[in-house]
T-cell receptor, first 117, second 114 residues
Framework: AQTVTQSQPEMSVQEAETVTLSCTYD???????LFWYKQPPSRQMILVIR??????QNATENRFSVNFQKAAKSFSLKISDSQLGDAAMYFC??????????????FGTGTRLQVTL | DTGVSQDPRHKITKRGQNVTFRCDPI?????LYWYRQTLGQGPEFLTY????????KSRLLSDRFSAERPKGSFSTLEIQRTEQGDSAMYLC????????????FGPGTRLLVL
């Protein structure tokens, strides 16, 4: 079974600074997808960024980028120029690329990001 | 695109009562997922539908839980004889039937069992 580990329960960053959230995962599969989701307080979960395992290039979405290290099974999220609106719970998630199985997401326990002035 | 909606947003019930939650997916999405999220944890997979067929159920889904998706549109999740341990946020997500699918989440239903 696949597992996702987020070892940082809480992180804090000053506005306009850069922060990196860590995620490691365990799988025996070669085809899979990785995601970072953001869950603001009392609001719904939204997708921040996704990475296909077969792609060597790290995904980037505006101020958000990932450092995908397939051999190390590491998938960290970098947030540049942090804004107050980035404060939220961030979840790393894994999905198998095996089309014969359900496309369920396996989540980590989350990292709570605080953004200070 | 109105997004995934869930009803009710909050539910307080007494132990032993039955509750039913509803999820309306994004209209063209034929995959629908239910997850459960307890305080301080990430969501955990409960069950999955492709159109009206329930294709996978987690062992977390005890026989007190039942989910349906009639006609492949909205879905309901019913919990019978609720227990205090059922208190959690129940999340619904939907996606297209594509290899590179992205799941879009609803706001969730927060259940409190007294």
């Amino acid at each position: 079974a696949q597992t996702v580990t987020q070892s940082q329960p809480e992180m804090s960053v000053q506005e306009a600074e850069t922060v990196t959230l860590s995620c490691t995962y365990d799988t025996s599969e070669s085809d899979y997808y990785l995601f970072w989701y953001k869950q603001p307080p009392s609001r719904q979960m939204i997708l921040v960024i996704r990475q296909e395992a077969y792609k060597q290039q790290n995904a980037t979405e505006n101020r958000f980028s990932v450092n995908f290290q397939k051999a190390a099974k590491s998938f960290s999220l970098k947030i540049s120029d942090s804004q107050l609106g980035d404060a939220a719970m961030y979840f790393c998630a894994y999905r198998s690329g095996n089309t014969g199985t359900a496309s369920k997401l396996t989540f980590g326990t989350g990292t709570r990001l605080q953004v200070t002035l | 695109d109105t997004g995934v909606s869930q009803d009710p947003r909050h539910k307080i019930t007494k132990r032993g009562q039955n509750v039913t939650f509803r999820c309306d997916p994004i209209s063209e999405h034929n995959r629908l997922y239910w997850y459960r999220q307890t305080l301080g944890q990430g969501p955990e997979f409960l069950t999955y539908f492709q159109n009206e067929a329930q294709l996978e159920k987690s062992r977390l889904l005890s026989d007190r839980f039942s989910a349906e998706r009639p006609k492949g549109s909205f879905s309901t999740l019913e919990i019978q004889r609720t227990e205090q341990g059922d208190s959690a946020m129940y999340l619904c997500a939907s996606s297209l039937n594509q290899i590179q699918e992205t799941q879009y989440f609803g706001p969730g239903t927060r259940l409190l069992v007294l």
